[in-house]
């Protein structure tokens, strides 16, 4: 038997856990700290503010399939909640550790003390408070349990001791763990009758599409839904959360719809007879507020790891139980013939048409040599410069439309992260992604207004050398709100209205090199490639601030009917 000080039991369980970082503001667990550096290879990541330390644990979670960890002392809680929005959101699994109150000071006018609990509420799956030293092991497991159990998210512990101290110096005789967590933790097995059901649907369809979401890439089943797919010729549209799961020129990828969208992939949907849901929530953003499709138009299916989603929003829906590679992987067990339907081949042609017709359109902009820039221009170079196993990840608002819309991600090993809507996310998410996946190239493209959020992380890329790319789509603004104001404005934009979307122009170029991170600037569509291509070669926290077109807006995702 051995014993160990709780510092160390958790220092070492973390690394028996799987997690290789751990993102925090002092002062937080300062012995399990020491130990983390004396007893494992656990890099502890020291960050400007709780909020960007939680994005680092999420786009490190994303990246990884494993659980972030975040800490902070009692003061930071409520900047550490603020931050677990987007994880939430996304289902990203996370293990937040805050200090509390000690059993003297709760509801007494402590320094910095507030009820933290109700902050987390909403933003968790589970917030727990620790309440001795002898409950922490099994409930630090717990933690992890949950966060990575059936639907993932982010999980809370608050210790009592304002600095998490309490513990650290008592001692325990518990062996240390030997469970690795990383999602899917369990695997739900689905009915064969329900398998059978769902091969059925998508054979009896004429027209049928797969709206495949994240839920797929966290129970890691992408080769199983390409297989499903070329097997029963089904296009397959994937929510933003899941655009990577297939190359974007694989002839049955129709691209994202919904809000953030290719028009011509909500065109495919709302001319679809059967829509198929795989491990996506149909929320609001895949289906442009539920009009793509609207209910009635076309029959529902989903399949869903939570039992709560299915028939959640299209209430005829048929809903299948069951993780997403096992039921994928029955679901060809009973394909043993490739599709050699007529009908079907006419409905993937059709989907052809509509995306050539689609790209036709946008050409224009595509290939633009405009300067300032197109963003649609930054897209087409970007797809074509990442490298083959890159991770790109985007921040929210025009970031996510330009990149849900116009970016192709054509190889397979390609990956692609989004902000679930958190404008900021970006810069310390694709930082956590590098440390997660060090040995994949790390591309952030995110907005100036997204930049400038946690822009004081620079100086943790630098100083950890977190070799990310950060692309800045710099319009010198937040343009995405010109059109919500010209209409608050009665159509027209006079007086003052710079005031409430634009910022001075400030060389991001400087800033980056002030704070040891190198950069390079691009006013030119014809600069880029090579930006990118400089940038991932130095292997180095790389900013490459574009001067983008203050006028450029995203159209959202339309697309009608009546077009068919
Ligand atoms: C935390 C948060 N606050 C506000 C918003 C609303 N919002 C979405 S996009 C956007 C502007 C983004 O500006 P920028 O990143 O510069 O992109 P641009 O629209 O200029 O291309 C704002 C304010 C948000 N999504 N999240
Ligand atoms: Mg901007």
Known sequence: MTTHTMAEYTAKSLQAYGVSAVFFVPTILSKTMYELEAKTDIVRVLTHGEKSAAYMADGYARATGRPGVVLAQTVGAANLAAGLRDPY????????????????????????????????????????????????????????????????????????????????????????????????????????????????????????????????????????????????????????????????DHPLNVGVPGLYARASANQVVLEADLVFYIGSNAGSQVTLNWTVPSPGSARIAQIDIEPTELGRHYTDAVGILGDAKLTLTQMLGLLTEPSNDEDRDRWVARTHELRDRWYAAQK??????????????????????????????????????????????????????????????????????????????????TGDGGFWYHIGELETAARRNIATVMVVNNNRSLNQEIGIYTKMYNGELHGSHDHLWKFQDVDFCRVAEAMGVRAIHVDKPAQLQSAIAEAVALNAPVVIDVVTDIQALAAKGEATRAEA
């Open 89 to 248: 959101l996304a289902n990203s699994p996370l293990v937040a550790i805050t200090g509390g109150p000690y059993t003297w000071s709760r509801h007494r006018n402590q320094y910095q003390e507030i009820e933290d609990f109700p902050l987390f509420k909403s933003v968790t799956k589970a917030s727990f408070h620790v309440p001795t030293a002898e409950r922490f092991p099994e409930m630090l497991h717990r933690a992890f349990e949950i966060a990575t159990t059936g639907r993932p998210g982010p999980v809370h512990l608050e210790l009592p001791g304002h600095l998490g101290e309490l513990f650290e110096q008592t001692t325990t005789d518990l062996p240390i763990p030997d469970t690795e967590f990383v999602t899917p933790r369990h695997r739900v097995h689905p009915s064969p009758t329900d398998v059978s059901e769902a091969v059925r649907l998508l054979k009896e369809a004429v027209r049928p599409v797969i709206v495949a979401g994240g839920g797929i890439r966290a129970s890691q089943a992408q080769a199983e839904l390409v297989a499903v797919a070329e097997r029963l010729n089904v296009p397959v549209a994937t929510s933003m959360n899941g655009k990577d799961l297939l190359p974007s």
């Open 364 to 445: 224009p902009m595509l290939e633009s040599d405009a300067a300032p820039m197109r963003p649609e221009r930054v897209m087409a170079e970007l797809g074509m410069s990442v490298p083959d196993d890159a991770l790109v990840v985007v921040d929210t608002g025009h970031s996510g439309m330009w990149s849900a819309g116009w970016l192709d991600l054509p190889e397979e090993g390609q990956g692609f992260i989004r902000a679930a809507g958190s404008l900021g996310w970006g810069l310390p998410a694709s930082m956590g992604a590098k440390l997660g996946a060090p040995e994949r190239p790390v591309v952030l493209f």
